[in-house]
């Protein structure tokens, strides 16, 4: 491997020696051409036309007024698939092509990347399989019908605790019996280097774009940039950019579940100890001996008891700062944001809206703030009239 | 204690290395099932301990490990284990794991502490040779041997600089992919310890996919030191779950019958 991957402490490459020669080559192959003319024009040709891209940067005028300053939001739902995820897939995909490689692996939790690697899948012509904990297929089966009608294979995980972690042990383990054809397509920015460094290039575009689209439309930088945390790609994609604006202040929101203090929640940057698993070291919800614990969020796509290794440093560092918010606000906010704004923020981003919201009236009124509504909510409807039925 | 170099001197055929998950199914059963396997003939034990996930095995494996986890197995129970199976003898002992739970005890207690308990290395499934200098320092100091792992896909310069950090044995994995029994033999295996054989003179033991009698003599043909063998001895274990009593006979001359063999 060229780089160590590292993140300060965080970061890294724990892989069995099986999977090294993969990730090198991986390495190698991204390093070749992700400033390659070619690649680079073949890449942004799919972003606009395929996934649509530049999203807009949306004034939100009756949320801003109820909360009581200027809230922007990055309208990552308006993407082909409805969520953040394509422009990582995308990159990946391109890349798996430029290596030769004619199969996809990806592992989903809320079925979001699931779908856009199943997508991009159909785009290439490249057979691909999504593993997917059993409780995410049954809580999500509107994404599982829309993988398979693209042509994938989904495979539900019932190992472990059913979820975004044991579809990610699966992935990896089907990877090391089948690496010479297969490129595992990673969702986030977390998994062993080279992955949080690949997966935060290919989601930059969201705040290379945010921060024009501010300053062409304010004259200024934001205040405040707001984003859920998962295992951190959307948030990296927009904090990336704005990171060297000293003066913009970066909030990642992570799930608090049913509160921090039940333990039942996926928030390991609020609550949890540094510690090693697929394949970085980063902020684990853990218990003593380091046995990893279960992790319970309404929403699918944070349900994850790890985060991206860069994450963790910028908490250490305080760059950014790092908030939970708990599951019944997240389902209040889904409502009240409809409501105002008759757009459907996903369960996922509706927790970075949850925060604003519980900054109502306290920022002064010339404050913007820029939220990354990374993926919308259509996919939720059914979780949300569970919980709370329209009557 | 007995040493690996030791142990190798001694031994004019393959060592046999059966795998076990401490406390897999529980405790008292795990601890007879190991003191059977001794005395039908093991050379070295390898014993894992169990993690919530372990991406480098397969289903067996995987069912052991929470098995042990819900019989309620940890590391400290882990260490009387080890400190037990010593007492009853002297036999080298590698430790197979995964990193976090040797990070979360801190690195060089857990090298200082398992050594003392008996444990003669530890290999750790998720730290490859790159990252060497989180658990050399640490396995010097305790006085214990070091083994990694080579894969039937790692390049010969990067083999060479693996064996260079082995003190005990190269564990040699025999194919591309994670633990679990095989019908077949991979065909990579004989040439890997042909490769081996001719960059290194540490012990080469082979693991992953052994499966049958004929697998392990098979590899002793081939040049290999030491035949591991896990995933095909833990399905006993799994397989006879409802009369726990009969496993370590079971288990016993299963290995009896690999050791006739080779
Ligand atoms: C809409 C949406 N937002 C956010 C996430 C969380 O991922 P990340 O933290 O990598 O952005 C997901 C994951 O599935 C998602 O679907």
Known sequence: ?391 | MKTYKQTFAELKQAALIPFFVIGDPDFDTSLAIVKAAIDAGADILELGIAFSDPIADGPTIQKADIRAIDAGMNIQKAKDFIKKIKAYKDIPIGLLMYYNLIYQYGTEKFFADFAAAGVNSVLIADLSIDDADEVLAPAQKAGLDTVFMVTPNTETERAKRIAEKCTGFIYTVSLLGVTGGRDQLSDMIKPLITRLKSITDVPVCVGFGVSTPKHAVQLAQAGADGVIIGSRIVKIIEDNLNDKKSIPAKVAEFIKEIKKAI
Request: hydrophobic share 40%; aromatic share 8%.
């Open chain 1, 1 to 391: 491997m060229k780089d160590k991957g590292r993140f300060g402490q965080f970061g890294g490459f724990y892989v069995p020696e099986v999977l090294i020669p993969a990730l090198e080559e991986m390495e190698e192959a991204f390093y070749q051409y992700y400033k390659d003319d070619k690649f680079v024009a073949e890449l942004n040709t799919l972003y606009c036309d395929y996934a649509g891209r530049p999203t807009p940067l949306y004034y939100a005028t009756r949320f801003s007024e109820l909360v009581g300053f200027k809230v922007y939001i990055k309208r990552e739902d308006l993407l082909h698939g409805g969520a953040h995820k394509v422009n990582n897939c995308l990159g990946q995909g391109l890349l798996a092509k430029y290596m030769g490689k004619t199969k996809l692996i990806a592992e989903t939790g809320a079925g979001q990347h699931g779908l856009a690697t199943s997508m991009i899948g159909a785009l290439f012509g490249m057979q691909t399989k999504i593993f997917m904990g059993a409780i995410d297929v049954d809580r999500q089966s509107v994404n599982v019908h829309k993988m398979r009608l693209c042509g994938a294979e989904v495979i539900s995980v019932s190992g472990g605790t059913r979820t975004l972690k044991d579809a990610i042990n699966e992935a990896l383990r089907y990877w090391t019996s089948n690496i010479s054809d297969t490129f595992y397509l990673f969702g986030t920015v977390c998994g062993p280097h080279p992955y949080p460094t690949i997966v935060k290039h290919f989601q930059t575009c969201i705040g290379t774009e945010a921060r024009r689209q501010c300053l062409e439309k304010i004259g200024r930088l934001p205040d405040i940039v707001t984003a859920c945390v998962g295992g951190g790609s959307n948030a990296i994609g927009i904090f990336n950019a704005f990171v060297e604006d000293k003066t913009v202040k970066l909030i990642g929101v992570e799930p608090a579940g049913r509160g921090i203090a039940t333990g039942k929640h996926a928030a390991p940057l609020s609550a949890g100890r540094v510690g090693i698993l697929h394949g970085t070291k980063m902020y684990l919800m853990q218990d003593g001996d380091g046995q990893i614990l279960d992790t319970e969020s309404i929403s699918a796509g944070l349900d994850y008891p790890g985060v991206g290794p860069e994450h963790c440093l910028l908490k250490d560092t305080k760059r950014a700062e790092y908030v939970a918010v708990e599951d019944e606000a997240v389902l209040d906010i889904f409502d009240i944001f409809t409501k105002c704004e008759g757009i459907l923020p996903a369960l996922e981003s509706s927790h970075s809206l949850a925060w604003v919201y519980s900054q109502r009236n306290k920022l002064p009124a010339d404050t913007v703030v820029v939220v990354n509504l990374s993926g919308r909510g259509d996919k939720d409807v059914g979780i949300v009239e569970k919980n709370r039925p329209v009557k």
